[in-house]
């Protein structure tokens, strides 16, 4: 009502009546606030106990705590919709307010009456002054009248019932079980907290997030108890990511510590979500992301000696190699992902390889490969920067070509010789890689039996080929010799293995025997003879009469 209304007379006069009017009108605005506010309170109070009956049931996962809390807030928007919302928007006049008061009082209409006849924007009917009389009596009953009797608080008390007894559902568990009541608040505030309980999952100490696909899977946790004893045993629940299949392991404590509870999938082939329950403890869900090991590739690139690269391959194509005796062999392992490390074992010891670049190669000064006396069979695992290593390690060998010694043979056309001849003598010799020297030892043998050495002769190949062949000429008057005497000839073969020791080898002895004219006719002779008869042989055979 206006300061200008205010300063008319009718309304000065009727002062006491609006304001016990304005009284009535607050104490009706706050009863229904009060009564509105405590269902609205109610509302979301009996959400907040189902919300803590469900966690406290079903210890919901962060997404299902995120939904419930959603359904809480939109349950407690709804209460202040439909309690509050309506309080805000009644607007009650002092006609209205009139009505009622002289409802609950038992009164005429002298209250609205002279509302209406104080108005002078009405149109008024009717004697003055018995509208004014009407004004004034009611001006004067007013002063004396309590204008809120018969206006109780029954909605408000009614509400505040209910929120009463909602508090009191509410207070009771929380006076009962404080620490589960203090852990459902931090989770409703999406906090990493649990309810409290006998047994108590300390740490979950294996898997964490991640394992080798394929691999065996141990899954281990650090336990204590509230009070009692130790639980004989757990489970972990797998529930497979892509198609929902589920498992369950056993875990049991471990003998040397019966804190460490632990259990072990013997394969994991799908990404899983898992839960540990031990007593009446049981962990968040955790996803287990599942990672594949390293694949790597492995060369071999054989170094052999100067002298034997043109018959041994330098590349190897796969994981098994042949080299010769004092060669070399460098490894170069790559990885389809990032290595940590790379190992090779030999011989029970291991040797750790070396990055470079994107490959891992041997250490040229710790490497039983550096330089191959005999066979060496070796495993290669390799660790990747997720810590996974290689399903079964690569394993490989370098077999030994050893160099053989060399071979050579030597032979004359005739056995019986003259004192001044000068015979020719054949030799053919061979190696696996290449010749370094030929050496043809002379010996006279008299014919007493006396023995003297009478020279060497050395035969040099330029290229060092692998197989040489020749004539060697012997002149036999700078040896003196007489009838009966003997020449022994044996040539002996070097091979050539560069700055290492070359190995040798003789041939048989070649025996010339010194005679006169006679003997040498003697022997052409029975050379013949001995012609012929392989000839008679020959002859019976193809004729089917021999032997």
Same mark, same amino acid.
């Given at each position: 009502?206006?300061?200008?209304?205010?300063?008319?007379?009718?309304?000065?006069?009727?002062?006491?009546?609006?304001?016990?009017?304005?009284?009535?009108?607050?104490?009706?605005?706050?009863?229904?606030?009060?009564?509105?506010?405590?269902?609205?309170?109610?509302?979301?109070?009996?959400?907040?106990?189902?919300?803590?009956?469900?966690?406290?049931?079903?210890?919901?996962?962060?997404?299902?705590?995120?939904?419930?809390?959603?359904?809480?807030?939109?349950?407690?928007?709804?209460?202040?919709?439909?309690?509050?919302r309506p309080v805000f928007g009644i607007r009650e006049d002092d006609i209205e307010l009139a009505m009622l008061v002289e409802q609950k009082q038992g009164l005429a209409s002298d209250l609205v009456a002279a509302i209406q006849?104080?108005?002078?924007?009405?149109?008024?009917?009717?004697?003055?002054?018995?509208?004014?009389?009407?004004?004034?009596?009611?001006?004067?009953?007013?002063?004396?009248?309590?204008?809120?009797?018969?206006?109780?608080?029954?909605?408000?008390?009614?509400?505040?019932?209910?929120?009463?007894?909602?508090?009191?559902?509410?207070?009771?568990?929380?006076?009962?079980?404080?620490?589960?009541?203090?852990?459902?608040?931090?989770?409703?505030?999406?906090?990493?907290?649990?309810?409290?309980?006998?047994?108590?999952?300390?740490?979950?100490?294996?898997?964490?997030?991640?394992?080798?696909?394929?691999?065996?899977?141990?899954?281990?946790?650090?336990?204590?108890?509230?009070?009692?004893?130790?639980?004989?045993?757990?489970?972990?629940?797998?529930?497979?990511?892509?198609?929902?299949?589920?498992?369950?392991?056993?875990?049991?404590?471990?003998?040397?510590?019966?804190?460490?509870?632990?259990?072990?999938?013997?394969?994991?082939?799908?990404?899983?979500?898992?839960?540990?329950?031990?007593?009446?403890?049981?962990?968040?869900?955790?996803?287990?992301?599942?990672?594949?090991?390293?694949?790597?590739?492995?060369?071999?690139?054989?170094?052999?000696?100067?002298?034997?690269?043109?018959?041994?391959?330098?590349?190897?194509?796969?994981?098994?190699?042949?080299?010769?005796?004092?060669?070399?062999?460098?490894?170069?392992?790559?990885?389809?992902?990032?290595?940590?490390?790379?190992?090779?074992?030999?011989?029970?010891?291991?040797?750790?390889?070396?990055?470079?670049? !994107?490959?891992?190669?041997?250490?040229? $000064?710790?490497?039983? @490969?550096?330089? *191959?006396?005999? =066979?060496?069979?070796?495993?290669? &695992?390799?660790?990747?920067?997720?810590?996974?290593?290689?399903?079964?390690?690569?394993?490989?060998?370098?077999?030994?070509?050893?160099?053989?010694?060399?071979?050579?043979?030597?032979?004359?056309?005739?056995?019986?010789?003259?004192?001044?001849?000068?015979?020719?003598?054949?030799?053919?010799?061979?190696?696996?890689?290449?010749?370094?020297?030929?050496?043809?030892?002379?010996?006279?043998?008299?014919?007493?039996?006396?023995?003297?050495?009478?020279?060497?002769?050395?035969?040099?190949?330029?290229?060092?080929?692998?197989?040489?062949?020749?004539?060697?000429?012997?002149?036999?008057?700078?040896?003196?010799?007489?009838?009966?005497?003997?020449?022994?000839?044996?040539?002996?073969?070097?091979?050539?293995?560069?700055?290492?020791?070359?190995?040798?080898? !003789?041939?048989?002895?070649?025996?010339? $025997?010194?005679?006169? @004219?006679?003997? *040498?006719?003697? =022997?052409?002779?029975?050379?013949? &003879?001995?012609?012929?008869?392989?000839?008679?042989?020959?002859?019976?055979?193809?004729?089917?009469?021999?032997?």
């Amino acid at each position: 009502m206006g300061s200008e209304e205010m300063d008319k007379p009718g309304i000065i006069q009727l002062g006491p009546m609006y304001r016990g009017l304005a009284q009535v009108r607050r104490h009706r605005a706050g009863v229904r606030l009060g009564a509105a506010a405590a269902l609205t309170a109610s509302v979301f109070v009996w959400l907040m106990l189902a919300a803590f009956a469900l966690d406290v049931t079903l210890h919901m996962r962060l997404l299902e705590r995120i939904v419930t809390l959603c359904v809480v807030l939109a349950g407690g928007a709804w209460g202040v919709w439909r309690f509050l919302r309506p309080v805000f928007g009644i607007r009650e006049d002092d006609i209205e307010l009139a009505m009622l008061v002289e409802q609950k009082q038992g009164l005429a209409s002298d209250l609205v009456a002279a509302i209406q006849f104080s108005d002078e924007s009405r149109r008024q009917f009717g004697s003055h002054d018995l509208r004014q009389s009407v004004v004034d009596c009611t001006a004067e009953a007013s002063e004396s009248l309590n204008f809120l009797e018969g206006f109780d608080r029954g909605p408000m008390r009614r509400s505040g019932t209910i929120l009463l007894a909602t508090m009191l559902a509410f207070l009771i568990p929380a006076i009962l079980y404080p620490n589960h009541m203090s852990a459902f608040l931090k989770r409703m505030a999406m906090m990493d907290a649990k309810y409290p309980t006998r047994t108590i999952i300390r740490k979950v100490l294996s898997p964490g997030g991640k394992a080798g696909y394929g691999r065996s899977v141990e899954f281990s946790a650090l336990v204590d108890v509230a009070s009692g004893d130790l639980p004989e045993g757990g489970q972990v629940e797998l529930t497979a990511v892509k198609s929902g299949a589920k498992a369950v392991i056993d875990m049991r404590p471990s003998q040397a510590d019966r804190h460490l509870y632990s259990g072990v999938l013997d394969r994991a082939l799908d990404e899983m979500e898992y839960v540990l329950k031990i007593g009446d403890d049981t962990t968040d869900p955790m996803i287990l992301k599942l990672i594949p090991p390293p694949v790597v590739s492995l060369d071999m690139q054989i170094s052999p000696p100067e002298y034997a690269a043109a018959k041994n391959p330098s590349q190897v194509k796969g994981l098994r190699a042949v080299a010769v005796e004092g060669s070399g062999v460098s490894l170069r392992l790559t990885g389809d992902k990032e290595l940590r490390s790379a190992t090779l074992t030999a011989d029970n010891n291991n040797y750790p390889l070396l990055r470079s670049g !994107g490959n891992w190669q041997c250490d040229p $000064q710790n490497s039983p @490969l550096n330089s *191959i006396s005999r =066979s060496v069979q070796f495993e290669i &695992q390799v660790v990747d920067v997720d810590g996974l290593n290689l399903p079964a390690p690569i394993c490989g060998s370098v077999e030994v070509r050893s160099d053989q010694p060399p071979r050579i043979g030597a032979a004359c056309v005739t056995q019986m010789v003259l004192p001044t001849a000068a015979p020719k003598i054949r030799y053919q010799a061979q190696d696996d890689f290449a010749i370094g020297r030929i050496t043809a030892n002379i010996e006279v043998v008299k014919a007493d039996g006396t023995r003297k050495k009478s020279g060497q002769d050395v035969i040099k190949p330029g290229k060092h080929p692998a197989e040489l062949a020749g004539w060697f000429d012997l002149p036999l008057q700078p040896l003196e010799l007489e009838k009966g005497d003997k020449v022994e000839i044996k040539f002996e073969v070097a091979d050539y293995r560069g700055t290492a020791s070359a190995q040798t080898a !003789g041939s048989e002895v070649v025996i010339l $025997q010194v005679t006169d @004219l006679t003997g *040498i006719l003697a =022997s052409i002779t029975q050379s013949d &003879q001995e012609l012929a008869g392989k000839l008679d042989k020959i002859i019976k055979t193809q004729l089917g009469t021999g032997d």
